[in-house]
């Protein structure tokens, strides 16, 4: 049973690119959440997604955008890149039931590196 | 004041002693709590959660919620230095809503 998965697992950007960062729920779950995390700090919720919609986002500004596709897989977007944006970015995977809700799964992770 | 605040540490314990770390949260709403545990370069890993009052045990590890004074915490029995990470606790206030997380407790188990 594959886990949560995500790519790239690094990268280097360079300010003001755009970066595309991808995740896999595990399976049976349909939520996909991403979080930013930087160094010494807990992790941000950005945005959620479910059945392919923007459920709740976070306080982060309207660069930062995302979409599920059918499969229930995401994307995360970073438009006009900062340099404060370099950290860890992280999907999360839950489900809809109470136990599948409470199991929230975290991927590898993408470090983002921008210069 | 901060949503969910945790001692950042470092915490450290003799290996085979019990570490306690500690957690508290600010909405009166929040339902469910969550601690993850987080080795350096690496992505959270779910320990376990809880939502009711009491206690709740799973191996060496025993999670206790008080929602009465705000508070929840993690205990580990049986300290490993395998179990020296940054412990982050969450909290949730819906279900299948955002988790928000403390800034995380480093715990350092030495043999």
């Known amino acids: 049973d594959a886990g949560v998965t995500q790519s790239p697992t690094h990268l280097i950007k360079t300010r003001g690119q755009q970066v595309t960062l991808r995740c896999s729920p595990k399976?049976?779950?349909?939520?996909v959440s991403w979080y930013q995390q930087a160094l010494g700090q807990g992790p941000q919720f950005i945005f959620q997604y479910y059945e392919e919609e923007e459920r709740q986002r976070g306080n982060f500004p309207d660069r930062f955008s995302g979409h599920q596709f059918p499969n229930y897989s995401s994307e995360l977007n970073v438009n006009a890149l900062l340099l404060g944006d370099s950290a860890l970015y992280l999907c999360?995977?839950?489900?809809?039931?109470?136990?599948?809700?409470?199991?929230?799964?975290f991927g590898e992770g993408s470090w983002l590196t921008v210069v | 004041q901060k949503e969910v605040e945790q001692n950042s540490g470092p915490l450290s314990v003799p290996e085979g002693a019990i570490a306690s770390l500690n957690c508290t949260y600010s909405?009166?709403?929040?339902?469910?709590f969550f601690w993850y545990r987080q080795y350096s370069g690496k992505s959270p890993e779910l320990i376990m959660f809880?939502?009711?009052?009491g206690d709740k045990e799973d191996g060496r590890f025993t999670a206790q919620l008080n929602k009465a004074s705000q508070y929840v915490s993690l205990l580990i029995r049986d300290s490993q230095p395998s179990d020296s990470a940054t412990y982050l606790c969450?909290?949730?206030?819906?279900?299948?809503?955002?988790?928000?997380f403390g800034q995380g407790t480093e715990l350092s188990v030495k043999p």
């Open positions: 999360a995977s839950s489900g809809r039931d109470r136990f599948s809700g409470n199991t929230i799964y």
């Open positions: 909405d009166r709403g929040s339902q469910s």
């Open positions: 969450a909290v949730r206030n819906n279900q299948g809503g955002k988790l928000i």
């Open positions: 809880i939502y009711s009052n």
């Open positions: 399976s049976g779950h349909d939520t």
